[in-house]
Structures are given as structure tokens and as C-alpha cells.
């Protein structure tokens, strides 16, 4: 099955610094979500990115699917933006696969 | 906006005993999906069901049972807790209709079994 890894697994920032969070996965897929759990445990949906660029506020991500990764780009991070954030890919009628998750701590 | 709601947030159950999570979605998704989070081993899908009255097996099933009656309604059974199930159960829903089977997630229910 498709293999999906995610890097760093920790990240500590200052706040009001920048991230980068990579996700590489293993074979070509069809979808592609960043989702970001916040310290009560409920997954919020971030991205639906199986391909191109996109931004919503302080965050955006890019997938380049032919060379199978995604980035997602955290920039001028809050202390809410604490957490651990999964990528998850799946292939058309195929369970859906999540990363192992980067955890992110912003500090004052 | 989607709306996936899990009938409890904390629950705390005695082993043997007979448990269900209710999970309620309200966009006409098909799919609906039950995995368990635990420390260091990730999501594991426990079942999933893609139509009412249909169900299949995900990674883990054992030890749990689902039941979808209703489109909007799926349900997981824990026939006889047991201290190994204690975790965090998450609920999720997607739809097939435009083929990008994008999943939104319940807020969870951390379940402990004493």
C-alpha cells in the first residue's frame, strides 16, 4: 500500500516565525488533505490539495504530484497554531492513508 | 459548512459493558468512517460503510461492530469493553458524488475502560 511520510515529527517556534511541513508519499495518488488537530483532539480540515498551490490566511500548501509531495507553509505562527498537523492521501475507492504527523508547539 | 457531530466528548465505561457511539453527519454524505487514535500508533480505521445498511471491514475491526440504518447515521458498538479500547474514537464522513472523497471529522470521543 502507499506509504506516507511526514517531516519533521517535532517542531518547536517563537511565534511570528515561518514553517515548512513536508509530506512525501510513496505512489501517485488522486487526493490529498492537510489537517490540523488542535489540542482538544478534533481534526480540522486545512487543504483538499491533490495537486497545485492554494492559501487561506497564514497558511497555504502546494503539492507537486509527479514528484509526490506536498508542503504546507505556516507563516507569522500564533500559539494557536499549536498542534499536530497530518497529511492523509488516498486513491480513487481506496481507504484514505494518514501520516504519523508533525507536532507543533508556537511559544510566547 | 459540513457538520459531523459525535454523541459524547468523554465517556467512561466499566469493562464488559455493551457501548455505542453515535456519530451524525447533516451533508447527504455516502461514506462514513470510525477510527480509533492512539499515541504513537496513529489513526487505524475500524470499519467504514459506504451506502445504508452497508458495511466493511477497515484494519482493526475486532472487538467492535457497526450499524448504519439511517444515511446520516453511524453507529459503532463495543459488544464488551475491554481496557485495550480505551482511546480516542473519530468519526468521519466524505462524499463519492464529485470523486474527491474529502473527509471531514467529528470532534472525537475519548473513551476510557476501567
Known amino acids: 500500500g502507499i506509504q506516507v511520510e511526514q517531516s519533521p515529527p517535532d517542531l518547536i517556534l517563537q511565534e511570528g516565525a515561518n514553517s515548512t511541513l513536508r509530506c512525501n508519499f510513496s505512489d501517485s495518488v488522486n487526493n490529498l488533505q492537510w489537517f490540523h488537530q488542535n489540542p482538544w483532539g478534533q481534526l480540522i480540515n486545512l487543504f483538499y490539495i491533490p495537486s497545485g498551490t492554494k492559501q487561506n490566511g497564514r497558511l497555504s500548501a502546494t503539492t507537486v504530484a509527479t514528484e509526490r509531495y506536498s508542503l504546507l507553509y505556516i507563516s507569522s505562527s500564533q500559539t494557536t497554531d499549536s498542534g499536530v498537523y497530518f497529511c492523509?492521501?488516498?486513491?480513487?475507492?481506496?481507504?484514505?492513508?494518514f501520516g504519523p504527523g508533525t507536532s507543533l508547539s508556537v511559544i510566547p | 459548512d459540513v457538520k459531523v457531530t459525535q454523541s459524547s466528548r468523554y465517556l467512561v465505561k466499566r469493562t464488559g459493558e455493551k457501548v455505542f457511539l453515535e456519530c451524525v453527519q447533516d451533508m447527504d454524505h455516502e461514506n462514513m468512517f470510525w477510527y480509533r487514535q492512539d499515541p504513537g500508533l496513529g489513526l487505524r480505521l475500524i470499519y467504514f460503510?459506504?451506502?445504508?445498511?452497508?458495511?466493511e471491514k477497515g484494519d482493526i475491526p475486532e472487538g467492535y461492530s457497526v450499524s448504519r440504518e439511517k444515511k446520516e447515521r453511524f453507529s459503532l458498538i463495543l459488544e464488551s469493553a475491554s481496557t485495550n479500547q480505551t482511546s480516542m474514537y473519530l468519526c468521519a464522513s466524505s462524499f463519492t458524488g464529485t470523486g474527491t472523497y474529502e473527509q471531514y471529522f467529528g470532534p472525537g470521543t475519548r473513551l476510557t475502560v476501567t
Open positions: 460503510s459506504y451506502d445504508v445498511k452497508m458495511k
Open positions: 492523509a492521501v488516498n486513491t480513487f475507492y481506496d481507504k484514505v492513508i
